[in-house]
């Protein structure tokens, strides 16, 4: 596997990210087709790895990294 430009990782992670909340590292692998080392180097940055819980083995975003809103903020900004 060839590295992609960072800035194409990110786009189809933060893009994966938008379908579900967790992975776990072989379908972020799958999906962005990128090495395992480079991919968690990056992970490491922009998520949080569970490895424990009812998510164990698996990457979610950072808070400050995720995009989607709670019920709650969605009423607000439509009223």
């Known amino acids: 596997m060839v590295r992609a430009e960072r800035q194409v990782v990110l786009d189809m992670l933060f ?5 579900h909340q967790y992975y776990n590292i072989k379908d972020l692998v799958d999906i962005t087709r990128q090495p395992v080392t480079y991919l968690k180097e990056i992970m490491r940055e922009i998520g949080t790895y569970n490895s424990k819980g009812t998510h164990k083995s698996t990457w979610e975003l950072k808070p400050e990294y995720r995009h989607y809103h709670s019920a709650e903020e969605e009423e607000r900004e439509s009223a």
Do not use: G, P, Q
């Open 15 to 19: 893009s994966a990210f938008e379908k």
